[in-house]
Structures are given as structure tokens and as C-alpha cells.
């Protein structure tokens, strides 16, 4: 039972371009949520978040946004740089869980 | 300075042993992790763990088992180890309260042969 869904295995973007990733969830009691970066052979780390109480929050070239009616969030990167090439993985929380809860990840490649 | 930190990176063994990982984190958090990143690149929860409640993700064979000495550290045991627990597993902390970001060591990959 996958309650958060990364659909897309993968996407490449072109340098200097928009990278938007998406995800999706089904748990209602989420409240929270979080994009997380990989390099091979490390652990993930920690980009951007949002409360549930915000529809958007940004941080330098990272954006999330929330769209709660659809249990929808995205992360948008502009400009892309190759350095940003990774697996993002999503994640949610609910108020009554201690852990978070993991999409699939999406392997971003940023094309030079 | 490393945050969490676990040991080994790599870890190469035979089908019936049993091994240890362990895992240090020097944030001041009150609760550890242990995830499981299986070949579908899933990172799946097998525990969490501060000092007053160990949760177990059900699913996890009782072959696995958290030791914690003390907050700072928690320790992964596996028994009888099978082919099928061949992974990467992922350490993490966080505070229970406030911000919810987990802090992730660079993992360990297990192969069993």
C-alpha cells in the first residue's frame, strides 16, 4: 500500500531549465512533507519542506508547492544546474506517526 | 563533523550469519531509525526508537533487532541472515517535536551470499 507515489522513475532537463518533480499521496492525515536528495553510495538529505497550512514554500532555486485538495505536491528547481542531477524522494509525515513515509524517487539528470 | 554516522559501508556475508550495524548520531535528537531501501529503491521504515517507545514496522522478521546503549546510538542486529535481506539500510534521526526532517547516514550495503 503505497501512500505516497512518485510516477516518474525518471526526467531529464536541460541546464538552465525548469525541473518540476511530482508527487502524489493518499493518506489525508499527512501534515507534513519533505524532498529529500541522493547522490549514489550516500544517504538522503534533507531539501525543502512544507506544512500543511502553506500551499507553497521556497527556498533559493527549490520550491514546493502543495495542492491539498488533490494530495499533490511538486518541487520545482529553476534554474536546473548539472550538480542537481540526483534521486529526489518525497516524503510525508502525520501528526500521530514518528516516521516518515517514503515515494519510490525520481532520478533527475540534468543535461549540460 | 559527520551527523549520523553508521558502520560498515559495505558489508559482504554468508546465508546463516549474523551481523551487526551500527549507527551514531551526534545531533542531540531523541529518536533514531532504522530504513530499509530494497531493490525497488523503496525506503521502507523497519523501526523508530527514542528512549521511552521502540515501534516496529510489522512487517520486519523478528531476525532484526534494534539495540540501543544509550541516545545516541542504535544499533542494527540481524539473526540468521537470508539472502532476501540483501539491501542498502539507512540510519536516521530526528526530533519527535517541531520540524519533522530526518537526518539519513550514508548507508550500509548488505549483500548476503
Known amino acids: 500500500d503505497q501512500q505516497v507515489k512518485q510516477n516518474s522513475p525518471s526526467l531529464s532537463v536541460q541546464e538552465g531549465r525548469i525541473s518540476i518533480l511530482n508527487c502524489d499521496y493518499t493518506?489525508?492525515?499527512?501534515?507534513?512533507f519533505l524532498w529529500y536528495k541522493k547522490y549514489p553510495a550516500e544517504g538522503p538529505t534533507f531539501l525543502i519542506s512544507i506544512s500543511s497550512i502553506k500551499d507553497k514554500n521556497e527556498d533559493g532555486r527549490f520550491t514546493v508547492f502543495l495542492n491539498k485538495s488533490a494530495k499533490h505536491l511538486s518541487l520545482h528547481i529553476v534554474p536546473s544546474q548539472p550538480g542537481d542531477s540526483a534521486v529526489y524522494f518525497c516524503?510525508?509525515?502525520?501528526?500521530?506517526?514518528?516516521?516518515?513515509?517514503f515515494g519510490s524517487g525520481t532520478q533527475l539528470t540534468v543535461l549540460p | 563533523d559527520t551527523a549520523v554516522s553508521q558502520t560498515p559501508k559495505y558489508l559482504v556475508t554468508q546465508m546463516g550469519n549474523d551481523k551487526s550495524i551500527k549507527c551514531e548520531q551526534n545531533l542531540g535528537h531523541d529518536t533514531m531509525y532504522w530504513y530499509k531501501q530494497d531493490s525497488k529503491k523503496f525506503l521502507k521504515i523497519m523501526f523508530s526508537y527514542n528512549n521511552k517507545e521502540l515501534i516496529i514496522n510489522e512487517t520486519v522478521p523478528n531476525r532484526f533487532s534494534p539495540k540501543s546503549p544509550d541516545k545516541a546510538h542504535l544499533n542494527l542486529h540481524i539473526n540468521s541472515l537470508e539472502l532476501g535481506d540483501s539491501a542498502v539500510y539507512f540510519c536516521?534521526?530526528?526530533?519527535?517535536?517541531?520540524?519533522?526532517?530526518?537526518?539519513f547516514g550514508q548507508g550500509t550495503r548488505l549483500t548476503v551470499v
Open positions: 516524503a510525508a509525515r502525520s501528526r500521530s506517526a514518528r516516521q516518515l513515509t
Open positions: 536516521a534521526s530526528s526530533q519527535i517535536q517541531g520540524k519533522a526532517e530526518a537526518f
Open positions: 493518506n489525508s492525515m499527512f501534515d507534513y
